[in-house]
């Protein structure tokens, strides 16, 4: 039979499209099939790290998840938590700034929320100096209004018993604070497991995740005479400017604890949740937190 040169034509576009078809099916198996794959697991320079869906609680990432870790300023995450879990708690009641507050600060060498002696500044204000510009001395103030006893060295033991049993009450085992604000004697750790279930719980509150996803903030506050000034507090933790979906939570640095963060960010109605302890420098925490953050969203 003879086939005239339409015909081969005919015959060879038909090949032609057939071939093109199956390469475009080929290819959208093959892409289906990268979008598919897990993501590597990212390498991090802190010592120790961990992730978990919020919603579900799902481990997302580990790296010495459960080795016990000097925790710095990230220790005021459970400061505010006992706080806030007083019962009948008034957060417009006020605390007057004392001096020793103040003195405790410059013997520390401690970060600060430049708190003024004499001046009467409300617990949620307190809340704000704590979380915001890491104030020691608005964890001290704390620590002195929430804790019992006559004396003030009586209140703040008590206020850092408050913590340890809000650390046993969540099933944080290898946790222990001998602190209000991270600034130790030798036994304030934590893991990167234990202190992203403590941050998932104090999430639960409206008021704290308030305070946490605050970039900076301007209070009056009333001063000795009966007058009044504005504080204005900036966060220290510029994830929430530099990360998309971040919603808090806590910076933490100190010679034995170097870099610390735990950190939170909602994307698409999930929310994740983390800490990374020991980083080597504010660098590469950030680095740290962002990578696995994103290795986190695409699981």
């Given at each position: 039979m003879k086939i005239g040169i339409k015909g081969i034509n005919r015959v060879s576009a038909a090949a032609t499209v057939a071939l093109t078809a199956g390469a475009v099916i080929a290819g959208s198996v093959f892409a289906s099939t990268a979008q598919a794959a897990t993501p590597p697991t990212p390498t991090i320079t802190a010592k120790g790290g961990y992730v978990m869906n919020n919603g579900t609680?799902?481990?997302?990432?580990?790296?010495?998840?459960?080795?016990?870790?000097?925790?710095?300023?990230?220790?005021?995450?459970?400061?505010?938590?006992?706080?806030?879990?007083?019962?009948?708690?008034?957060?417009?009641?006020k605390v007057t700034i004392q001096k020793a507050y103040s003195d405790y600060i410059v013997s520390k060498g401690a970060s600060s929320a430049r708190l003024i002696v004499g001046d009467k500044v409300t617990v949620r204000q307190l809340l704000y100096g704590l979380m915001l510009p890491s104030g020691c001395d608005a964890a001290y103030a704390l620590a002195d209004k929430f804790g019992s006893g006559t004396t003030r060295a009586a209140r703040v033991k008590s206020f850092v018993g408050k913590m340890n049993a809000q650390a046993k009450?969540?099933?944080?085992?290898?946790?222990?604070?001998?602190?209000?604000?991270?600034?130790?004697?030798?036994?304030?750790?934590?893991?990167?497991?234990?202190?992203?279930?403590?941050?998932?719980?104090?999430?639960?509150?409206?008021?704290?995740?308030?305070v946490v996803k605050t970039k900076s903030t301007k209070q009056k506050v009333t001063t000795k005479s009966g007058g009044y000034r504005y504080m204005s507090w900036s966060n220290t933790n510029t994830m929430l400017s530099s990360y998309s979906g971040a919603i808090g939570v806590k910076t933490g640095s100190g010679p034995t604890a170097k870099y610390c963060l735990v950190f939170a960010a909602t994307r698409n109605g999930k929310t994740v949740i983390g800490t990374v302890l020991s980083s080597t420098n504010a660098t590469n925490r950030s680095a740290d937190m962002k990578k696995i953050m994103d290795y986190s969203f695409k699981k």
């Open positions: 609680a799902k481990t997302l990432f580990t790296k010495a998840a459960d080795t016990r870790r000097s925790t710095g300023s990230t220790t005021k995450i459970m400061t505010a938590k006992v706080v806030l879990s007083q019962k009948n708690l008034n957060l417009d009641s009450s969540l099933g944080l085992k290898n946790t222990h604070f001998d602190s209000f604000d991270g600034i130790g004697n030798g036994s304030n750790y934590s893991t990167p497991r234990d202190l992203t279930k403590l941050a998932s719980s104090a999430m639960k509150s409206s008021t704290f995740r308030t």
